[in-house]
């Protein structure tokens, strides 16, 4: 069973950065497609950035060219710099792990789940 813990999250101001990590027990991140969604008030969860095994890269284009994912295989730990943030990009942050050579958007594709982390942007 794949555990994962996200933390970093937290009040900023718009422009500034934050940095997310998601720490991964009982599975080696470099094994799944590690993903970063997240979910706004009033909205539904969205795909943010993604990982895979291979280590392809994959952005949403909200935040393409500001977001930057990375890995540390020796930590087991995906992370997920945020720069120039936006009111916007206020939400609860998720990591999410697939297992298997392909990954996906939609969350109903995902085996794990983090309990998230809260990320607020002030205008």
């Known amino acids: 069973q794949v555990q994962l813990v996200e933390s970093g999250g937290g009040l900023v101001q718009a422009g500034g950065s934050l940095r997310l990590s998601c720490a991964a027990s009982g599975g080696t991140v470099s094994s799944y497609a590690m993903t970063w969604f997240r979910q706004a008030p009033g909205k539904e969860r969205e795909f943010v950035a993604v990982?895979?095994?291979?280590?392809?890269?994959y952005y949403a284009d909200s935040v393409k060219g500001r977001f930057t994912i990375s890995r540390d295989n020796a930590k087991n730990t995906v992370y997920l710099q945020m720069n120039s943030l936006k009111p916007e990009d206020t939400a609860v942050y998720y990591c999410?792990?697939?297992?298997?050579?392909?990954?996906?958007?939609?969350?109903?594709?995902?085996?794990?789940w983090g309990q998230g982390t809260q990320v607020t942007v002030s205008s």
């Open positions: 999410a792990a697939r297992f298997g050579s392909t990954w996906s958007t939609k969350e109903d594709q995902y085996h794990y």
């Open positions: 990982i895979t095994w291979r280590g392809n890269i």
